[in-house]
């Protein structure tokens, strides 16, 4: 595995999972050791991707990304990032291409003698630019025309296409328009006070449209009026926030704060619930945090 | 030290745990949360190549179980221990039998639109996550953003990404380096910018 080439071909071999079980822990033993090579990978990783995005690749590595696009969210995502990338890209000037010509222009002084040449030729052009710009008037005027025929049809496409959005939602709405499933408060406790017990992960049926849940407040954290809560995903994304909450005594007299979350933002995962204190001066202070995993049928 | 901000997915990890885990990739609470998140990222990296989904759940798992290691076992380098870690995880994933979502299936097996309105949707979504996109580049230093797109542009021409490399005084490595956690970081921000445009745009229908 001495040469570029060489190096490049196990990459291109690996991420196709074409290596032997073997080939395959001795190659991850190289990259995981090398932080160069694991970026090296990385890149031959998004170039393999470009291609198959430009149809530039081969029918096997075509056979082997679409297979892992149907299989996987996470490739569907990424491709779908790199395609947006790729636009983006493609939008704009390429890197160092204003410089490189703008030095170029300026070259110094016109020689005295060829000064009446260039006036005249100065002249010319801007004869022709004025030409360019009444014909192109003339266009942009035509185009504009066919434009706004354009538009108007395409909006009523798009009038017809919502009315029939609508009738098929109001379908699906009276298709769907079962009793929903109720399940039973499922009872949270904090984990900035929890010690290495595992909080027992929150089993949504399906169905179910929203999940009561019991957050558990210790003793000395009630002196509040009002308590904010709020769900983010394990990577601080705020899915869900609810102000206004008021603890109530259980019927074991623990202090309890009861909330319902839309179901439907309760995806198999890791969550946060973070729940603050809102003092009478509107201060909010953090009392609370509970971790909980999801998990669906 | 108290500002750093760590996504982390510490299910049923405990505090202490966490902070131990922190401690032992570095001693300055702000390096640690940045080797964190660089270790993060490759790890998704690495369930992804050897087709171990979802990525990030599998890459918290793997914290998590360091962690909860460390408190009781002798472990001198943790980077080496947490890739053995994630390499246990590959084989115990490709134990188990593959489970899908309904919400997870490819669009292939969803119910299709017309041709016409699906080309119109595709459109329409694909502008909007250019626009997502753009916003996130926007919000990066001018440095980063200028180093990204050179580096994107040029992406698969090695002798170009040598010159460029150059051009900013670092290696082809440290480029590459640079490149990726800008890229990952924007990867995150679109999607999340997405999420909400079409959680927004939910609500609206429904009102």
């Known amino acids: ?297 | 030290m108290e500002n750093v901000n760590i996504s982390t997915g510490e299910r049923g990890l405990n505090r202490a745990d966490f902070e131990g885990l922190l401690q032992r990739l570095h001693p300055d609470r702000n390096s640690a949360a940045e080797t964190y998140e660089e270790l993060r990222r490759k790890l998704i990296r690495f369930f992804r190549w050897n087709d171990c989904y979802p990525g990030e759940e599998l890459a918290d798992q793997t914290f998590d179980r360091v962690a909860r290691k460390l408190g009781n076992t002798q472990v001198d380098n943790v980077p080496a221990f947490l890739w053995g870690v994630a390499r246990n995880i590959v084989r115990e994933s490709r134990k188990k039998p593959p489970t899908m979502n309904l919400e997870d299936l490819p669009p292939l097996h969803q119910p299709q639109t017309a041709h016409a309105e699906l080309s119109l949707v595709e459109q329409k979504v694909r502008e909007l996550r250019l626009q997502c996109l753009r916003k996130c580049l926007e919000q990066l230093r001018a440095s980063d953003r200028e180093l990204f797109l050179a580096y994107e542009y040029y992406e698969g021409k090695s002798r170009n990404t040598r010159q460029l490399a150059e051009s900013f005084g670092i290696t082809v490595g440290a480029l590459q380096v640079r490149a990726h956690r800008v890229k990952h970081r924007m990867e995150k921000c679109t999607l999340k910018r997405f999420l909400a445009v079409g959680k927004s745009f939910q609500k609206e229908q429904e009102s």
Request: proline share 6%; hydrophobic share 40%; net charge neutral.
């Open chain 1, 1 to 297: 595995m001495s040469s570029e080439g060489e190096q490049k071909q196990w990459m291109t071999r690996y991420l196709l999972g074409e290596l032997s079980p073997e080939e395959h822990a001795s190659f991850e033993d190289r990259y995981l050791a090398d932080p160069d090579l694991f970026e090296q990978l990385a890149a031959a990783e998004d170039e393999m991707i470009h291609a198959y995005l430009q149809g530039e690749c081969s029918a096997s590595e075509k056979a082997v990304m679409e297979k892992r696009i149907a299989a996987s969210p996470d490739w569907r995502q990424k491709i779908e990032f790199e395609r947006t990338l790729m636009d983006h890209v493609s939008s704009v000037p390429a890197p160092g291409a204003v410089g490189a010509f703008s030095s170029a222009s300026a070259t110094g002084e016109i020689p005295r003698a060829r000064r009446p040449l260039v006036t005249a030729l100065r002249l010319a052009a801007v004869a022709v630019w004025l030409l360019v710009v009444l014909i192109g008037g003339m266009w942009l005027i035509i185009t504009n025309l066919r434009l706004r025929q354009e538009l108007a049809q395409v909006q009523a496409q798009k009038a017809d296409l919502e009315r029939r959005q609508r009738e098929m939602q109001q379908q699906l709405a009276n298709l769907s328009a079962k009793p929903p499933l109720a399940m039973a408060p499922f009872v949270l406790t904090s984990h900035l006070v929890r010690d290495s017990n595992q909080q027992k992960p929150l089993v949504v049926p399906p169905g179910v449209t929203s999940v009561p849940l019991q957050l558990s407040l210790d003793q000395g954290l009630d002196r509040f009026p009002i308590y904010a809560a709020a769900l983010e995903t394990a990577d601080g994304t705020r899915l869900w926030q609810q102000s206004n909450l008021k603890s109530q005594p259980s019927a074991n007299q623990q202090l309890m704060i009861a909330i319902e979350l839309p179901a439907g933002f309760l995806k198999r995962g890791s969550y946060v619930l973070k729940l603050n204190g809102i003092s009478s001066n509107h201060k909010p202070e953090e009392v609370a945090v509970y971790i909980f995993r999801v998990t669906r049928p």
